[in-house]
């Protein structure tokens, strides 16, 4: 029986979920991090390419500037994410993501050109405010749910962005492509400060984490996203990766109870986004039926 295009995406939602958890399990700060990701992922996905599946990865130079471009997006995403890990802690980067929500209702009618929403608005309305009661209550974490924010609003363009590229070409070639992007972006910042002695002096554990991080966790999870766009909007898909901050929270609370542990303020706001993802999709899915 195949599964629903919507349950594939909550699985991959959940192997998300753990992308925060490796992140915080490695010692590198948030540049040197990204630039091992994206340059383990890219080696991966060539061999993947050149010599399993032996697939063309030999495009047009116009898609190349554009997938790559796209790489850029995801590339500094990462940056923020993993950087609010770094000085607040998962659940607050996590749940910030939740704004992706209203960057993809603003951004989606613009690049898809199809006009705004009533309900996306309102549902993004719900999750702002949930927002503004996590930073009155964590505001210790300010420049933590800042970064999140803004994480969320790169994530949001590069969803949208993916929804237009991704029947330009197969779904591994424009993964390659923007992982290329992102390792060249992280370029430019990996010389600023201690980022190369911290490559250079790298722990065993972190090269191992990194692995899991880049191959299985981005890697598979991106190319499948890529293919499941065939079925899902890219507001649905930021919708679904909003639930990523349950999983997150809770592996993270199982793991290091002690530092993940928020106010009840922060539970409730962040349920109430999630009940409102929630319904929103069981709404969106009735009407495709009708």
């Known amino acids: 029986m195949k599964i629903p295009a919507y349950i594939q995406l909550q699985f991959i939602v959940l192997m998300w979920g753990f992308t925060g958890v490796i992140g915080k399990l490695i010692t590198l700060s948030s540049i040197p991090l990204v630039w091992g990701r994206t340059l383990i992922a890219t080696v991966f996905l060539y061999i993947y390419l050149r010599f399993i599946v032996k697939e063309n990865f030999i495009i047009k130079k116009k898609l190349i500037l554009q997938f790559i471009g796209c790489g850029f997006v995801i590339g500094i995403h990462w940056v923020l994410f993993y950087g609010a890990i770094k000085i607040s802690n998962i659940s607050i980067a996590t749940s910030t993501l939740s704004t992706g929500t209203l960057f993809a209702a603003l951004l989606e009618p613009i690049f898809l050109k199809r006009k705004i929403k009533i309900s996306e608005i309102f549902i993004s309305i719900i999750i702002i405010l949930c927002i503004f009661l996590i930073f009155k209550t964590e505001f210790q974490y300010w420049k933590g749910i800042l970064m999140g924010v803004s994480c969320a609003l790169l994530s949001a363009l590069f969803s949208v962005i993916n929804g237009k590229l991704h029947s330009k070409s197969n779904a591994t070639v424009l993964t390659f492509y923007e992982m ?111």
Not at 200 to 218: A, P, R, V
Not at 224 to 235: A, N
């Open 180 to 290: 290329i992007g992102g390792f060249l972006i992280l370029n430019l910042f990996i010389g600023f400060g201690n980022n190369l002695d911290q490559i250079i002096h790298i722990k065993f554990m972190d090269i191992f984490w990194l692995i899991i991080l880049s191959c299985i966790l981005t890697c598979l999870p991106m190319i499948h996203t890529i293919k499941l766009m065939k079925f899902l909007t890219p507001f649905t898909i930021m919708l679904s990766i909003n639930l990523e901050p349950v999983y997150a929270i809770l592996i993270a609370f199982l793991i290091w109870s002690d530092a993940e542990k928020m106010s009840l303020t922060f539970y409730i706001a962040t349920a109430i986004m999630i009940l409102a993802i929630c319904t929103n999709g069981y709404l969106k899915n009735r009407t495709s039926q009708r």
